[in-house]
Structure formats: C-alpha cells, structure tokens
C-alpha cells in the first residue's frame, strides 16, 4: 500500500527514512525533534550543527545513528499564524522537498509526522488532509510507500459531520468500535487480515438471497450469467479502459500498491481481497450497481445487514469516492 496512515511512535518505525520536524537551528527543542534526537543520541547532535541552518520548506539529510531507519530528513515547517502568511506554501515545501530527498537517497519507504502540528499550532486535521494530497500527488509519478505517524485519535479526525451522517445512515444505535483501517494491506498475505478484525467486516462470500436482492436491474438472465462468467481481472481492465485511466492512475487512486497489481495483471485466476475490489470500485467511481457487479466476479457483494457493507453503500450512495475518508470512518 503505497500511502498508510499509522498511530505509530515515529521513532520506532523500521524505514529508510524518517522525516524530522525541526527549527532553523536544528536544535531538537521539543515535540517530535526532541524525541528523535533523544533517540537517535548526541552523534545526531553533532552532525545537525555541521548542517544547521535550514531554511523554511527546505530538507536536509543526516545520519539516523540509535534509530532502527537509516537516514533522518529534516525539515523546517511553518509556525500556525491563522493560514494568512503564506503557512501552506511552506507546508507543501517540507513534504515535497521531503519527498524527493528520501527518492535522491535511495529511499524505498519513508515516515513522516504531521509536520508543524505540535508546538507550532498548525491544526492537525488540516495538516492531514494536506499530507494526504500531497503524498498522493507525489505518489503518482514516484514509486515509495509513505507512512504518516499520528499519536491521538484526534489527529485522525476529518469531519465529525461525517461520522453523524454515517450514523444515521446505518443505524441510530450503533457505536464505532473498530480500530483499524479497512484499506491498510492491499498486497498477498495481508489483505485477509484486516478483514477479520472487529467482526462486522470478516470475508463474506454471496448468499443466495443477498445475490437476488442486489443482482443489476434491467438485465435478463442469460445476460446476467453471460457477466457473471467474466473474471474479476477481465472486468476490472474493461473498467478501467472504459474509465480514461491508466492502469498506473487507477492502482495508486485506489491505494494499491504495484505488486498487488501486477499479479492482478498477469493473474488471470486472480482472486482478490473483497477490500481490494471495493479500493477499485472506489478508485473508478463505480455507481452500486457496477460495484456489485465487480464484487460478485470475486464471489462478493455488499449486503444490507452488514455494518461494514453500509457504511460503503452510504459513501458511493452520496457520491463520496474519497478513500482516505472511507479509511477514517473505520478509524
């Protein structure tokens, strides 16, 4: 997966490269610089006072010494001064310059913070959406898995609107009790595993009465048997040449790393995750009926029972293709 959101201690994370969020002096004072200076030890010290300064939006590499990565980025983000002084042009800066140290490196993974966010009062759920963006753009001409590393689950949030709504949508009497993130292993081996936490959203094959309810309308049968002989791989490549996309837009909208679909490529067989489909389903802006379509090719579909089958339908009901938001519902 090319682009996960973590609650994770940046400085335990087994990367290439973490990405530090420092000051000009590159002094580690506090927040996120003062935990990976402690960590990584006074030799750190020393070589950020050779680097020192670094200029706003700028990104400089060191060493990573007592860390498990191998390389710390340091950049210098924007002091939170209510959005009116330029602070998102700085903000873009350090993840892009960021970015493209950690690819000149050698980088194949990187984790970054929510730059700016503690001690200089950049809002953390408008440095999340931005984060996202931005990764996201980069990632379409750039091959790195990113991680972002949040510590509270306020830092997660992106609408609380929205949790209302899905609320509403499914049922008045239901309490969030998921801790995970539906699309976060996209790839053989651990697609399966998310799937079976929290109950709600193990793997479910078709039963015959949720296949009659949700079969497309307007079809007659020899027309739905002729489709429902179609593999998944073929349907999805009809789909995404049907859609304008390339194959490489298509698997970095839906979050799903190259390997995955490269074996979905040369799989014909292939049998995917049903969170694999839906990341598809979603990254085609697939109305219900197609996205029915594709799950039953993998023996899936979206039932009215479920919890977690609602919450999808309640997104591509409304027209919300957003992945990352998707992902936070299940948060």
Known sequence: MPLQIIRQDITKMEVDAIVNTTNIEMIGYSGV??????????????????????????????????????????????????????????????????????????????AFPLISSGAYGYPKDQVLKFAIQTITEFLFENELTVYICVFDRESYSFSK?????????????????????????LDDGAEDRSESKGGEASRDTVSKSEDRTDAPANKSLSEYMKQMDRSFREMLFDLIDESGMTDVECYKKANVDKKTFSKIKCNKNYKPSKQTVIAFAISLQLD???????????????SRSKVFDKIIRYFIHNGNYDIFEINEAFA
């Not at 050779?50 to 706003?56: E, T």
């Not at 996205?291 to 993998?298: F, Y």
């Open 288 to 302: 219900m009926d197609t996205t029915q379509e594709l799950l039953a090719t993998a023996g899936f579909t979206l």
């Open 161 to 185: 609107k929205l949790f209302s709504d899905i609320q509403e949508f499914i049922n008045d009497d239901y309490v969030y009790e998921h801790d995970y993130y539906f699309f976060e292993a």
């Open 33 to 110: 610089d003062l935990a990976v200076h402690n960590a990584a030890g006074a030799e750190l010290d020393a070589e950020c006072e050779r680097l020192a300064p670094l200029g706003l939006g700028q990104a400089k590499l060191s060493g990573a010494y007592n860390l498990p990565c191998k390389y710390i980025i340091h950049t210098s983000g924007p002091v939170w001064r209510g959005g009116l002084i330029g602070e998102s042009i700085i903000l873009r800066s350090c993840y892009i310059e960021s970015l493209k140290l950690a690819v000149k490196s050698g980088c194949s993974s990187v």
